[in-house]
């Protein structure tokens, strides 16, 4: 059989050797570049990586849309008629004005009263008197 101290002495040769390959192992990583960290990253998380594209892909194609619409229209966007749209304050004023407009009572012609020139009599010279009674 084998020394006691043998074995002892063995299993700590063995245990230095795979402290020196772990030591190894860290200061070979913490000494890779940030690219080959990056890339290890992404071989192994691939799955989060394309979502991140995905996502990265869709909002910069959103913002390239709005950039392009709003930079046609002066940034105001286009109502159903193709006309620019009013600002949320010009839109209640137009509001505002229509709901007065239908309260308001509708004047017609006949609503009118006659001016006063008509029905005030003027002063006439008693010749034109004479010929006003005929």
Request: hydrophobic share 40%.
């Amino acid at each position: 059989m084998s020394n006691p101290s043998a074995q002892y002495a063995q299993r700590a040769a063995t245990e230095a050797a795979s402290a020196a390959s772990h030591a190894e192992a860290a200061v070979s990583s913490a000494s890779s570049s940030l690219w080959d960290r990056a890339s290890i990253w992404a071989s192994e998380h691939k799955a989060a990586v394309y979502t991140i594209a995905g996502i990265t892909l869709v909002v910069t194609g959103a913002g390239v849309v709005y950039y392009a619409a709003g930079a046609s229209q002066e940034g105001r966007s286009i109502d159903k008629n193709g006309e620019p749209r009013k600002s949320k304050k010009e839109r209640r004023k137009a509001k505002k004005e229509a709901e007065e407009a239908s309260k308001a009572p509708i004047i017609t012609e006949a609503d009118l009263p006659l001016t006063t020139a008509a029905t005030t009599p003027t002063t006439i010279n008693p010749g034109m008197k004479a010929l006003q009674m005929f």
